[in-house]
């Protein structure tokens, strides 16, 4: 079961169970809410990351996990996308050879986003962090 937590005004979150159906939970919740916001135009790559941090709080995590979205204030700005989980230890990116299935994640964020970086969460847990770039 998907928590709402909030949807109004500036700021979105979800928390969703560790199971395998939270990655496309959590991708549409995404692309629904930035296209209500007016910012269909960051729908697409903000699920996509979202969706490959989602996967990694799967893959090493056993507890809720959250997405949160701060739409920016104004023209321009940025919108910041956050994932958290209860795994207190921070991800470490990896270097994927060619035929490897799995091991892209962070470096997509890292190169798709404006930037992106990770934090304690609020009580325990971590936080991994990203910004897109609104186009004016």
Do not use: Y
């Not at 199971?19 to 959590?26: H, S």
């Amino acid at each position: 079961m998907i928590g709402v937590l909030d949807t109004d005004g500036d700021c979105a979150e979800w928390t969703f169970p560790a199971e395998a159906d939270a990655v496309r939970a959590a991708r549409a919740a995404v692309r629904g809410r930035l296209l209500a916001w007016g910012l269909g135009s960051l729908a697409d790559v903000a699920a996509l990351l979202v969706s490959e941090l989602v996967t990694n709080s799967l893959r090493h995590a056993t507890g809720p996990i959250g997405v949160r979205l701060v739409r920016p204030s104004g023209d321009g700005g940025v919108l910041l996308v956050e994932v958290s989980d209860p795994l207190p230890d921070p991800p470490r990116a990896r270097s994927a050879d060619a035929e490897d299935e799995s091991g892209r994640g962070l470096q997509l964020v890292a190169r798709a986003s404006r930037r992106w970086g990770t934090r304690p969460g609020r009580g325990s847990g971590k936080t991994v962090w990203f910004e897109l770039a609104v186009p004016r």
